[in-house]
Nanobody, 129 residues
Framework: QVQLVESGGGLVQAGGSLRLSCAVSGRTLSSYAMGWFRQAPGKEREFVAGISRSDINTYYGDSVKGRFTISRDNAANTLYLQMNSLKPEDTAIYYC??????????????????????WGQGTQVTVSS
């Protein structure tokens, strides 16, 4: 059974940066396409970023393009999300997720929560104005 554990969240001022990490255990990270989602109070879970197994393909939600960068270190079994130029509207619980779907299917559905099979417990990010 794979386990995902996020870390790196916290309180930051607008314009600041944070780097989130997602440690994967139970199976090697290279087995999965990965994604980051976020959920603010009273809102649906929103796609933030996704990365293919091969690290070649990355995708971003419109609201974070140019500010956030997803990356993976398969040797360290860790997924990252570098968040720069943070805004108050980025405040949310951030979740990492793993998908066992093949690339053809995942690349068509990477933005959807049901494209992922395993989820972490989330880490809170709060951006003050």
């Amino acid at each position: 059974q794979v386990q995902l554990v996020e870390s790196g969240g916290g309180l930051v001022q607008a314009g600041g940066s944070l780097r989130l990490s997602c440690a994967v255990s139970g199976r090697t990270l290279s087995s999965y396409a990965m994604g980051w989602f976020r959920q603010a109070p009273g809102k649906e879970r929103e796609f933030v970023a996704g990365i293919s197994r091969s690290d070649i393909n990355t995708y971003y939600g419109d609201s974070v393009k140019g500010r956030f960068t997803i990356s993976r270190d398969n040797a360290a079994n860790t997924l990252y999300l570098q968040m720069n130029s943070l805004k108050p509207e980025d405040t949310a619980i951030y979740y990492c997720a793993a998908s066992i779907k093949n690339f053809l299917l995942w690349s068509r559905t990477y933005y959807a929560t049901n494209a992922y099979d395993y989820w972490g417990q989330g880490t809170q990010v709060t951006v003050s104005s």
